[in-house]
């Protein structure tokens, strides 16, 4: 997807989108953070980068410098599978001897706003590693709300470069709205005066209505599950939910976790009648909240994890006194659903 973004300087620097030629600049930007344990590997291949950014799934801004090396990097970037005017922010680096100067806030300007545009972004979703707080507040800078923890969803090895973390690391998830899209949600009981805050806080469209309807008759549970082997992450988008849902969500987790998943994920739609039925048979596998994730199918998504191993929530950093708050309805609820 051919776009033109003018670049932007800032002060010495100067912002822009990556070109082809830089995407073995970008690597070894890959390679000085992470070392070799970046969970997707493909991210260490030059060809798949630019391949990524002309089919409009990834697109990088990079900071350069007066000879045009680059000196940090921010993407934006969406699955195939997803609502396409949503796009994540993230994968954020830069190298440690050009740290403090601010290439974290304006790279994410630079995506939020100019690129965004370009591309036609609708909504953004996001994610803040808790090893340290420096994201969550670059996130926050340009306008983000915070709507949920992803526990444990990086391996440790990522970090083994830096030595930046003990084990795996959370997320705190974010959005920010470009375009809204009024909606009629139907949100789960143990979830709902949560998620009504989330929306507040927010000042989103929302209609909200009980959920009433049972799982369908008839009809076959549709899903596309993702599993990121190095990550040990499994990730389900859930499109339809049948009377067989229980059974073919206890498949996957059996196959999975004997492939090696860690953490497993469910996005499951919010825009269905049947949303708590859904929620009660995911909460008796001993899946609990993780985020709301607006227009993940269009139509907004409840995003709910499980864990294979305990978490060492001391070892978490927040910024903000509402992801702390979500931290301890998480901690609640995983121990509700495990109980």
């Known amino acids: 997807m051919a776009i033109s973004v003018p670049e932007q300087q800032f002060g010495e620097y100067r912002i822009r989108l990556m070109r082809d030629s830089e995407a073995p600049a970008v690597v070894d930007l890959y390679r000085a953070v992470y070392g070799d344990h970046f969970p997707i590997k493909e991210m260490y291949d030059p060809e798949f980068i630019v391949q990524q950014q002309e089919a409009g799934l990834m697109y990088r801004v990079v900071a350069v410098d007066a000879a045009d090396k680059v000196l940090a990097h921010h993407a934006m970037f969406r699955l195939a599978e997803t609502f396409p005017g949503l796009y994540e922010g993230g994968q954020g680096m830069v190298y440690p001897e050009q740290r403090g100067k601010g290439f974290s806030n304006v790279l994410q300007e630079y995506i939020g706003r100019p690129l965004a545009a370009a591309v036609g972004v609708e909504e953004f979703w996001g994610e803040s590693v808790t090893n340290h707080v420096m994201m969550q507040k670059a996130a926050l800078y340009v306008g983000v709300k915070e709507s949920g923890i992803e526990l444990e969803v990086m ?185």
């Not at 705190?172 to 507040?200: D, G, H, N, S, W």
């Not at 196959?255 to 008796?284: C, I, M, Y």
């Not at 985020?291 to 191993?309: I, T």
């Open 155 to 339: 391996p440790a090895a990522s970090y083994a470069a830096e030595k930046s973390a003990p084990g795996r690391v959370g997320a705190v998830v974010c959005y920010m709205v470009r375009k809204e899209k009024p909606q009629t949600v139907f949100l789960p009981a143990p979830y709902a005066e949560l998620a009504k805050q989330i929306y507040a806080g927010g000042k989103r469209e929302r209609t909200f209505v009980p959920p009433t309807g049972p799982l369908p008759a008839g009809t076959k549970s549709r899903y596309v599950d993702t599993f990121i082997a190095p990550a040990g992450l499994l990730r389900i988008s859930l499109f339809d939910a049948g009377q067989d849902m229980a059974e073919v969500l206890a498949g996957l987790v059996k196959k999975h976790t004997a492939a090696g998943a860690e953490v497993l994920q469910v996005f499951l739609p919010l825009d269905k009648p049947w949303s708590e039925a859904a929620t009660e048979v995911l909460n008796r596998q001993g899946f609990f909240f993780a985020a709301l994730v607006p227009r993940w199918f269009d139509g907004d998504a409840l995003l709910l994890q499980k864990l294979v191993h305990p978490t060492n929530y001391d070892e978490m950093k927040l910024h903000t006194d509402f992801a702390k708050e979500i931290l301890q309805f998480i901690v609640k609820d995983r121990a509700r659903v495990e109980d």
